[in-house]
């Protein structure tokens, strides 16, 4: 199986794009950069020039029992009008730590049918690798009216709809904690452990830290995961505490051509119920 993700001719740039690539491309009109980085302070250290910067808050509902779950598409609506998005937009996301807000931007994108974006291969640090031009200056957007509605629901999963398929054999869970929590010895959930059946890659086990955080070889992931029982023609649901890691994960799982969905309740959904199945 082919792990490259073609870019169609509707897309400015590849799903993952290099450094290089998008320095090429920072004249555009068309692309939208987006800063989503874990701490504020690296946007104002220098970002990719033209880039807008996103607080990863926004990006969770924040309140009521899933904090960590989507936002309402009104506040959507409100959030991407805010950043400048049209239909026509083609959105480049990256942040300062291997690519977790990023991909959970990315997804938030894909959940409303957005789908013309790209990731920054290892983000700024991969920017700051290549020893490319930084700007300390905001870029502020050009506002505009986007009305965001669900239109592919299938990319995210349900707690419910994973009890469902527990028992399916073409289904499978990837669990992208640490260890630690995994195995049930870290957390701060009413119940610790993990979803039974579940295989666990940590996120930053995806990232090849020789390379400024960029995604790992695809080969070498490929034969990793279908090692752990994880493959191109299964269905495979992707989880963290609140899915903010995952998202790396469902987007490396894109990348590789799986068929990946992301759990938003994710561990402080499923580790605070008590309907919800468990192993240590």
């Given amino acids: 199986m082919s792990a490259e993700h073609p870019s169609s001719e509707a897309n400015v740039l590849p799903l993952i794009v290099e450094p290089g690539e998008l320095a090429a491309k920072l004249d555009a009109p068309e692309l939208l950069i987006i800063d989503v980085p874990a701490n504020p302070d690296s946007y104002r250290a220098g970002h990719v020039p033209g880039a807008v910067y996103l607080d990863f808050r926004y990006l969770l509902r924040g309140e009521g ?73 905001q870029t502020r957007p050009a506002p505009s009216e986007y009305h965001a509605e669900i239109l592919n629901p299938q990319v995210l999963i349900t707690c419910e709809e994973i009890k469902g398929k527990l028992e399916n054999r073409n289904f499978a869970v990837w669990d992208a904690r640490s260890k630690g929590e995994y195995d049930g010895e870290k957390g701060n959930n009413k119940h610790l452990g993990h979803i039974p059946g579940a295989v666990n890659m940590d996120w930053v086990d995806a990232m090849d830290r020789h390379r400024a955080l960029r995604i790992r070889d695809y080969a070498e992931l490929i034969t990793e995961l279908e090692a752990m029982g994880l493959t191109p023609d299964m269905e495979i649901a992707t989880h963290c505490q609140s899915h903010h890691r995952s998202s790396f994960t469902w987007l490396v799982g894109k990348s590789l051509g799986f068929n990946i969905r992301g759990y938003a309740g994710s561990w402080g959904e499923w580790g605070n119920r008590d309907d919800t199945p468990i192993e240590k």
């Avoid at 009008?81 to 990023?102: K, M, Q």
């Fill in 65 to 137: 029992p899933v904090p960590n779950d989507v936002p309402d598409v009104g506040f959507l609506s409100q959030l991407f009008s805010a950043l400048g998005l049209t239909r026509d937009t083609h959105v480049v996301a990256y942040d300062d730590e291997g690519g977790g807000w990023a991909a959970r931007l990315l997804w938030t994108l894909e959940l409303i049918g957005h789908t013309r974006y790209s990731y920054l291969n290892g983000g700024i640090h991969a920017w700051r690798d290549e020893g490319l031009d930084e700007s300390s200056e």
